[in-house]
């Protein structure tokens, strides 16, 4: 890896019946998180991770294998769906790359990219996912 720092990055997680939305890109060596809930702004800042936290954060998306993940993930219904949340992810770093997005459904090991996330910025993620 020829460095720490991310090329493009963008997360938004969001729970439209709860007004929740979780928004975070990198922006100006920083990473520009915006968090709502039920319309209203809980949190809007700039985030600058050690370098050991970018490191422990690359090493666990190779772990997760990230850059595997489909581009859609959705779940099909004929005739009616409860609506949830939707996702949409758009990291490059070094000579990877991802461009995924997801409706009700996600990855195997989504569960651990939001936790990472977590980590990566110490904000909580309202994630409604259940097994």
């Known amino acids: 890896m020829t460095g720490l720092f991310p090329d493009r990055f963008m997360f938004r997680y ?7 939305l979780f928004y975070l890109r990198w922006k100006d060596n920083n990473l520009f998180l915006k968090q709502f809930s039920d319309n209203n702004i809980v949190i809007q800042e700039l985030i600058t991770p050690t370098p ?17 993940w489909y581009q ?3 779940v099909k219904c004929m005739d009616s769906c409860v609506e949830g949340d939707q996702w949409e992810l758009n990291i490059e770093f070094d000579e990877e790359q991802i461009e995924s997005q997801g409706s009700d459904s996600y990855p ?5 990219f939001v936790k990472a996330i977590e980590e990566l910025t110490g904000i909580l993620i309202e ?5």
């Open 72 to 74: 859609l993930y959705e």
């Open 14 to 20: 969001e729970v439209t019946d709860r007004g929740y």
């Open 127 to 131: 994630f409604i996912y259940e097994d």
């Open 52 to 68: 050991d936290e970018w490191n422990d954060f690359w090493y666990r998306m190779d772990e997760i294998r990230i850059w595997d």
């Open 108 to 112: 195997s090991t989504f569960r651990e």
